[in-house]
């Protein structure tokens, strides 16, 4: 597959990159025209007891988990060995926990997570500019300076974290697991598991006439679910393939290469650290997707007249904005991923960590809007 026709003789890093790019556009749209948001459906719960957003976002995971089987199933492609390492062997449940736990409570102080403040800097919130600045200058400060994740975080986390390996577990999927204890494949097992959480997932969805009677609802799940399954095939196809081969004999490689879907407290840190070395190699895979759903959703918000400038109310709510977007950045790190990352990318590869951190998400993003009285001054219910 040396090149698309309609992209002509461009090499096969830049046609990834540009396919990339356009499946993030209409990721960014879809996602700011049905309004998925996980925090905002586990506000909706809060709120007004309304589950139709949150069993969206259940339902965009039972999504990805299916054609991610039905990719590794077909052989299509392998999730084994994912950027970031999701079945790595290497459980890291401090990380999982508290990981998840800083990245929940803090986007409820910036509204959102790294996903959420790019669609709302894409529709004029201005707010979210400084969101994102905070969880980008966390990620570049655990990330880039040398140290920093070593010496505070991975010197006590070390000694915690077991390596499944030694027990004889290849991966920490459930599928390798339940294979290994059970002395089956672990293919089958893969299969099976993925066939109950999917049924589980979608039944769970379904289950609730707040879901089913708002159309958004179908969309969103199911169109953000496949889009994270087929960000996996672009980077883990043919196409991802051959950028790869060109990455590898070239004098300096692209940065962020490998088999990937959508994560974006990573690419935040890497957006920051390009544009103080703008070198064409540092730009990633996660940087072009982070970019594509933030003009995604410009084009929608400008479409439906929803485009509209906003500000801080006072200094003391863009500090609050900027420590929570701190908050969630260092989360993003130490629990490898996001609502999208580990919620479901990470969870779409059965990886029991994704599982772990998802949870811990959700328990700090409950406990962070119960400690905010204002929170629901800000909270937008859906139409």
Same mark, same amino acid.
């Given at each position: 597959?040396?090149?698309? @026709?309609?992209?002509?003789?461009?090499?096969?890093?830049?046609?990834?990159?540009?396919?990339?790019?356009?499946?993030?556009?209409?990721?960014?749209? #879809?996602?700011?025209?049905?309004?998925? %948001?996980?925090? /905002?459906?586990?506000?909706?719960?809060m709120?007004?007891?309304n589950?139709?957003r949150?069993?969206?976002?259940?339902?965009?995971?039972?999504?990805?988990?299916?054609?991610?089987?039905?990719?590794?199933?077909?052989?299509?492609?392998?999730?084994?060995?994912?950027? @970031? @390492? =999701?079945?790595?062997?290497q459980?890291?449940?401090?990380?999982?926990?508290?990981?998840?736990?800083?990245?929940?409570?803090?986007?409820?102080?910036?509204?959102? %997570?790294?996903?959420?403040? !790019?669609?709302?800097?894409?529709?004029?919130?201005?707010?979210?500019?400084?969101?994102?600045?905070?969880? *980008?200058?966390?990620?570049?400060?655990?990330?880039?300076?040398?140290?920093?994740?070593?010496?505070?975080?991975?010197?006590?986390?070390?000694?915690?974290? +077991?390596?499944? &390996?030694?027990s004889?577990?290849? =991966?920490?999927?459930?599928?390798?697991?339940?294979?290994? &204890?059970?002395?089956?494949?672990?293919?089958?097992?893969?299969? #099976?598991?993925?066939?109950?959480?999917?049924? &589980?997932f979608?039944?769970?969805?379904?289950?609730?006439?707040?879901?089913?009677?708002?159309?958004?609802?179908?969309v969103? *799940?199911?169109?953000?679910?496949?889009? #994270?399954?087929?960000?996996?095939?672009?980077?883990?196809?043919?196409?991802?393939?051959?950028?790869?081969?060109?990455?590898?004999?070239m004098?300096?490689?692209?940065?962020?290469?490998?088999?990937?879907?959508?994560?974006?407290?990573? @690419?935040?840190?890497?957006?920051?650290?390009?544009?103080?070395?703008?070198?064409?190699?540092?730009?990633?895979?996660?940087?072009v997707?982070?970019l594509?759903?933030?003009? *995604?959703?410009?084009?929608?918000?400008?479409?439906?007249?929803?485009?509209?400038?906003?500000?801080?109310?006072? +200094?003391?709510?863009?500090?609050?904005?900027?420590?929570?977007?701190?908050?969630?950045?260092?989360?993003? !790190?130490? /629990?490898?991923?996001?609502?999208?990352?580990?919620?479901?990318?990470?969870?779409?590869?059965?990886?029991?960590?994704?599982?772990?951190?998802?949870?811990?998400?959700?328990?700090g &993003?409950i406990?962070? #809007?119960?400690?905010?009285?204002?929170?629901?001054?800000?909270?937008?219910?859906?139409?």
């Amino acid at each position: 597959m040396e090149s698309l @026709p309609f992209i002509g003789n461009w090499d096969a890093i830049n046609q990834w990159f540009l396919l990339a790019f356009i499946m993030s556009i209409f990721f960014g749209g #879809i996602a700011r025209k049905t309004q998925f %948001c996980p925090l /905002g459906g586990i506000a909706d719960i809060m709120h007004s007891g309304n589950h139709g957003r949150f069993r969206m976002y259940i339902f965009a995971i039972g999504i990805a988990i299916l054609g991610v089987t039905v990719l590794e199933t077909l052989s299509i492609i392998s999730v084994d060995n994912t950027r @970031p @390492p =999701y079945r790595m062997s290497q459980f890291r449940w401090p990380g999982y926990v508290l990981g998840g736990f800083l990245f929940g409570l803090g986007m409820t102080m910036c509204r959102g %997570c790294g996903m959420k403040n !790019i669609i709302n800097l894409g529709s004029g919130n201005l707010k979210a500019l400084i969101a994102i600045l905070g969880m *980008g200058s966390a990620a570049v400060l655990l990330l880039y300076v040398e140290g920093v994740f070593d010496d505070y975080f991975m010197s006590w986390m070390s000694p915690l974290i +077991p390596d499944l &390996a030694e027990s004889g577990f290849d =991966y920490q999927d459930l599928g390798t697991l339940s294979a290994t &204890a059970l002395g089956t494949e672990v293919d089958t097992m893969r299969l #099976i598991i993925g066939a109950l959480l999917v049924l &589980a997932f979608l039944g769970f969805a379904m289950n609730s006439a707040d879901f089913r009677d708002r159309l958004d609802n179908w969309v969103g *799940g199911l169109l953000i679910g496949a889009i #994270i399954v087929g960000a996996f095939y672009l980077s883990g196809g043919p196409l991802g393939e051959v950028a790869q081969e060109s990455s590898d004999f070239m004098d300096q490689p692209q940065n962020g290469m490998g088999i990937q879907s959508y994560t974006f407290i990573r @690419p935040m840190g890497d957006l920051l650290y390009v544009i103080s070395n703008p070198v064409w190699y540092l730009v990633t895979f996660g940087l072009v997707m982070f970019l594509g759903v933030g003009v *995604g959703s410009v084009i929608i918000s400008i479409v439906t007249g929803q485009f509209f400038f906003q500000w801080f109310n006072s +200094p003391l709510e863009a500090v609050r904005y900027l420590i929570g977007g701190m908050l969630v950045g260092l989360g993003g !790190i130490l /629990g490898m991923g996001c609502t999208l990352g580990q919620g479901l990318a990470g969870t779409s590869t059965l990886a029991l960590g994704s599982f772990l951190n998802l949870a811990s998400l959700i328990v700090g &993003a409950i406990i962070g #809007i119960k400690l905010q009285s204002t929170f629901m001054d800000d909270h937008e219910v859906p139409r």
